[in-house]
């Protein structure tokens, strides 16, 4: 990784603050996540405070900053499933994984992401595991999903 990681912050040289965005972009789609030791890396290479890095990539909330379960749950909360109650989806997720939107379980199993739109708001509300969708869905769904997951790790 760390490799991988040099290689990728020395095809970004001399970037400022205000061009970042590529940067961490592509450290992303490497890692799946930024990682306190790639933010830490871009500081001391670039010579950017931390802060600002963590500034420029917590403002958009296409970064992550924990890696993906291995069942990343997908949450639609754009207008059709907000309408929907995907809301009561989100807190029912939670409430099953004990974990907030943007994290992932301590076994590295699960990780809630909530999304403005699935594209699929004519199936609304929806949720994807692992980019499979499920249509109509309700909170009381939920337990199931998850439940068939963990049957395939066992």
């Known amino acids: 990784m760390s490799d991988k990681l040099d290689e990728i912050i020395k095809k970004h040289q001399n970037v400022q603050r205000d061009s970042l965005l590529p940067l961490l972009q ?3 789609l490497e890692l799946g996540y930024l990682s306190e030791e790639s933010i830490n890396r871009i500081g001391t290479s670039l010579g950017l405070p ?3 890095i963590y500034g ?3 403002f958009y909330d296409q970064f992550r900053f924990e890696p993906k379960g291995r069942f990343h749950i997908q949450i639609c909360h754009g207008t059709a499933c907000h309408i929907e109650k995907s809301a009561r989806i989100i807190a029912e ?3 099953l994984l004990k974990i907030r939107q943007g994290q992932t379980t301590r076994d590295g199993l699960f990780s809630i992401e909530v ?3 699935m594209g699929a708001c004519a199936l609304s509300p ?7 969708y499920y249509p109509g869905i309700q ?3 939920l337990k ?4 068939n997951c963990k049957a395939k790790t066992a």
Do not use: L, M, P, Y
Request: charged letters at 30%; hydrophobic letters at 40%.
């Open 126 to 132: 929806v949720i994807a595991v692992n980019d499979k």
């Open 56 to 58: 420029v990539a917590t």
């Open 26 to 28: 592509e450290i992303q």
């Open 144 to 147: 199931g999903i998850i439940d």
């Open 93 to 95: 997720a939670e409430r």
């Open 50 to 52: 931390t802060s600002k």
């Open 139 to 141: 909170a009381r769904d």
């Open 115 to 117: 999304v403005n739109c």
